[in-house]
């Protein structure tokens, strides 16, 4: 389902997004950590090597090992105290800058004049007893004498070795061979199970490297933050993948929830009753869905009458038609067959075949006005226009309608020209203008009028005829509509007059109306547009 595929998906995302979330902390916070030990340690060797004069046998020359915060003014019996006493001519206790044996004030210092080193301690000695006193854990006594040894700074000669302490070695080999060639270097070692950072620094004289200073820093403290931030993390996500898990359900679960109530709705709706509609909550996707789907019911729905409608105006015309053409067909059949039956007289033939004639004649102009509307509806219908005078067209109009019994008024403009098919158009006139004439009472007056409105031309033809009931004037451009269906077939019309008049005047881009009122007569109104 589409919800358990949401949901999975999303805590998919979530878990790589917060994974990649925790490494970029964790790694950050470690470069952040070791960047301030790095900082620590150059700070820490910057400082020593700035308090290294080069001049042996002097304070702060290339034979003291003192920390910087041991130079100053205290004097030897200070320096005798708990804190290393240094000898840089193999004598115990002496600083002066007198060579000693074995050591040329000219050539530096040699590999004797740090001997003095093995018997003095530069760092003060741990006791047990004090440590105690003091509530210091005895256990954790070693670790302390590692951290004293890591933090106190090594010389180095080129060989490797401690000139200090020569049992000792390089803590870390490779920053110490990357010092020998002139650059500082970081690494990482590991002394008496603590682990720390280690910095070479190279230390010169007279421009060349005479010693590798190395210098120590736990990183206890950082690795065990580091630690607990992994740990933290590493609880931390999958804890937070498991609640958006039960969080996603739920507001997956609400979020599609409206797809249900849209499935339920849309399943119960049928030919029957397709106007109903889909239930619209807010204005989200799914709101505008429920909207475009009850657009989609709409409009079902109307094709559904539009078809329902076609489907009666087909089954109507087929009956009108069918019954226009049965009409004169059964004439002409009851005609043939009198004249068949027996010998008559040259005078009842002649009666006979003029009866046919005239039947032959109604049915063809049933069949041509059928043909004329077919063409009109796909498009087939050719006009020849051209430019026309209207009031020669309703003139012609007029001319071709018997209107003897009656009284014509016309008013009407001469100046008005169309782009029109002339034929076309008095057909239109010609149909109209004899409806009025056929139901209006003889002597009574039939007004045709046009004139100019604006870009369009009107004309009218305003009766004083029986008028037509409200109901049926929607309905009278419609195929084979009849208001009385026995007296229009009495009268020889087909009901197709009104139709084709309206598919004519809708192929001159016009418009066609009729209002009427019963017992006051009927006007029709036809707009054509002025080219």
Known sequence: ???????????????????????????????????????????????????????????????????????????????????????????????????????????????????????????????????????????????????????????????????????????????????????????????????????????????????????????????????????????VLPLAVTVMLFVGVILTRRALRPVGQIASAAEQIEITNLSDRLPVHGEDEFAQLSSTFNGLLGRLEEAFQEKDQAFGQLRRFTADASHELKTPLTAIQLRTGLALRKEISAEKYQEHLLAIDRAAGQMNAVVQDLLFLAASDEGRLNLRKEDANLADIVEDSIFSVDTSHHQIERDIDPNIHLSVDPAAMTRVLVNIVKNAVLYTEKGKTIRVTSHRHGNSAVVKVIDQGEGIPANHVPLIFDRFHRVDSSRFRDSGGSGLGLAIAKAIVELHNGKIELESEVQKGTTVTITLPIH
């Not at 301030?36 to 290339?62: C, N, V």
């Open 1 to 235: 389902m589409i919800r358990t595929k949401l949901t999975v998906w999303n805590c998919v995302v979530l878990s790589i997004v917060l994974t990649v979330t925790g490494l970029a902390v964790y790694f950050t916070t470690q470069r952040i950590l070791f960047k301030g030990i790095d900082d620590g340690l150059l700070q820490r060797a910057q400082l020593f090597a700035a308090s290294w004069h080069g001049i042996p046998g002097q304070p702060g020359g290339p034979g003291d090992m003192r920390r910087p915060d041991d130079h100053g003014d205290r004097n030897d019996k200070d320096r005798q105290g708990p804190g290393p006493t240094f000898s840089f001519n193999g004598n115990p206790g002496t600083t002066s800058g007198d060579p000693g044996p074995g050591q040329s004030a000219s050539n530096g210092p040699d590999n004797n004049q740090f001997r003095g080193f093995e018997n003095r301690r530069m760092e003060p000695e741990i006791d047990v007893q004090a440590a105690k006193e003091q509530g210091i854990d005895p256990k954790g006594l070693s670790q302390i004498k590692a951290l004293q040894t890591v933090l106190r700074p090594m010389a180095l000669d080129l060989t490797g070795k401690d000139v200090v302490h020569p049992e000792q070695t390089a803590w870390d080999k490779t920053t110490f061979e990357q010092a020998k060639s002139g650059q500082q270097a970081y690494g990482i070692s590991v002394q008496d199970g603590i682990r720390i950072r280690v910095l070479s620094y190279p230390m010169r004289q007279n421009g060349k490297i005479t010693y590798i200073l190395q210098f120590g820093a736990p990183m206890s403290a950082e690795l065990q933050a580091l630690g607990q931030l992994a740990k933290t993390l590493t609880i």
